[in-house]
Structures are given as structure tokens and as C-alpha cells.
């Protein structure tokens, strides 16, 4: 997985950024659409103020399959990083940090409300598939504690109920346990999500996008990826909250 290869145009920067894009727009349907307009979450319910709601439906179905692609791009990308960062534990720390971070806009925008214990954001599920990545790292002729370290982390997501699951644990430790063979790697990973979820079956695309990896880093920003993910949800929760109702409203 982490060999270069020539001929082929996506670098682990340009990844990045095709994922960021695909999770904007699956986090506007879930987010602006389902949350403020058509469930009517928001402090003055817009469902009334709207016409043609089942066009809007069809909308916010279309951007939801599109960002299906980007949870096996980070997950790809963890795994990238895994592999090649210098220091693993400063790596974790990061994403449990960016996930502390994080919790506040990711209640408010998909759920408008703080604290929202039913759901916590994917920066936990890539920092508990990193936790079981580093065990396997460790247990060179002791397996049995990698699995171990994976059963509790797919656990842990379980009960505390993280963007994909125990699913996207087992599917960052696949990726990387498969990593020499990338083909197989992202076939079982793709598996594993569509069996975890019938709309995880418009995530092809995004697998396909990986086999377009060519092994090179490219040039990314440092820090900007982390902080996309929390500072565009806070951004969609003001436009949904407090943006939307005036502009529906003058309409």
C-alpha cells in the first residue's frame, strides 16, 4: 500500500482534499438539510416554510451517497500515516485531541444541540483504529494481542456509538493488515462497510479513487485537515441556525 507507483495522479494530498470535499457535501445533507430544513431541529422549525420537500429529500439523498467516499479515503490515509509517521504516539495524541476538539461543532451541527451523548465524531472511531494498528505493530508472534486490542476497540466504538462503529475500526486494522496487497485490502474493506450498512454501497467510488494512490506524499498543509473537520461543522451549524431562517424567511 505505501510503495510509489508511477502512472497513477493521486498523491496522499490530493486524497485528502477529494475527501474533504466528499465530506462537505455528505455533512450539508446531513447537517443543513436533514437537521435545520427538513427535520426542523433548529430553534424555529423551517419544514413549514418550503416547498417541493420530497425534491429536497432527493437532494439530500444525492450528497449523502456522494460523501459514502470519504470515510475509506481517511481510513486509507490513517493507515498511510501509521506506517510511515516517526512517532505513532504523538499521531494518537493529535487525533484524541482533535477529537475532544471536535465533539462541540459535531453535536451542534447534526444534532443542534450540546451535549449529545448518542453520537461521537469519526476523529474517535481513526483514533481507536490507530490504538488497535499500534497493538498489531507490537505483537510480532503474539497475534492473539492485536485481536485482542481490536475486539476491545471495536467494542469501545460500539458502546460509545462513534462514526462507523466497530465496522470502521475493523476496517482501518484491515487496511492495514492487507496493506501489501492493496487490491485486497480495500475489497474486504468495501465488504465490511456494505455489510455494515446498505448506503455504504455508494462508497465504490471512493475505494477506486485509492487505487489511484501513486505512494507520494504531496504537499498538505500542516494541521489544515485536522482543522477542517471542526471549524466546517460550526460553520454549517451558523448557517443552518441562524443564517437559513432569516434567508428562507425573506424568500
Not at 108 to 114: I, K
Request: glycine content about 10%.
Amino acid at each position: 500500500m505505501n510503495k510509489r507507483e508511477t502512472g497513477r495522479p493521486f498523491s496522499g494530498s490530493t486524497l485528502k482534499w477529494l475527501a474533504i470535499l466528499l465530506m462537505l457535501a455528505d455533512h450539508v445533507g446531513a447537517s443543513i438539510l436533514e437537521i435545520f430544513v427538513l427535520n426542523g431541529y433548529g430553534n424555529s422549525s423551517l419544514a413549514g416554510m418550503i416547498e417541493h420537500m420530497e425534491f429536497w429529500w432527493s437532494i439530500d439523498r444525492i450528497l449523502r451517497y456522494i460523501g459514502r467516499s470519504a470515510f475509506p479515503i481517511f481510513c486509507f490515509l490513517l493507515v498511510e500515516g501509521a506506517v510511515h509517521t516517526h512517532d505513532i504516539g504523538k499521531y494518537a495524541r493529535r487525533l484524541l485531541v482533535f477529537a475532544l476538539v471536535s465533539e462541540l461543532p459535531f453535536d451542534l451541527a447534526l444534532r443542534n444541540h450540546f451535549p449529545w451523548w448518542a453520537h461521537q465524531n469519526v476523529f474517535c472511531t481513526l483514533a481507536l483504529g490507530l490504538l488497535a494498528i499500534q497493538i498489531f505493530r507490537k505483537s510480532a508472534g503474539r497475534e492473539w494481542r492485536g485481536v485482542a486490542a481490536l475486539g476491545a476497540a471495536a467494542i469501545l466504538a460500539e458502546v460509545c456509538n462513534t462514526d462507523y462503529g466497530a465496522t470502521g475500526v475493523l476496517v482501518i486494522t484491515v487496511m492495514y493488515l492487507l496493506r501489501e496487497n492493496r487490491i485486497a485490502a480495500l475489497a474486504v474493506s468495501y465488504v465490511l462497510l456494505a455489510v455494515g450498512g446498505r448506503i455504504e454501497l455508494y462508497a465504490l467510488p471512493g475505494f477506486l479513487a485509492l487505487l489511484l494512490y501513486n505512494g507520494k506524499r504531496g504537499h498538505q498543509p500542516k494541521y489544515f485537515f485536522y482543522w477542517f473537520y471542526p471549524v466546517h461543522l460550526l460553520a454549517l451549524w451558523g448557517l443552518g441556525n441562524f443564517v437559513l431562517p432569516y434567508v428562507i424567511g425573506k424568500i
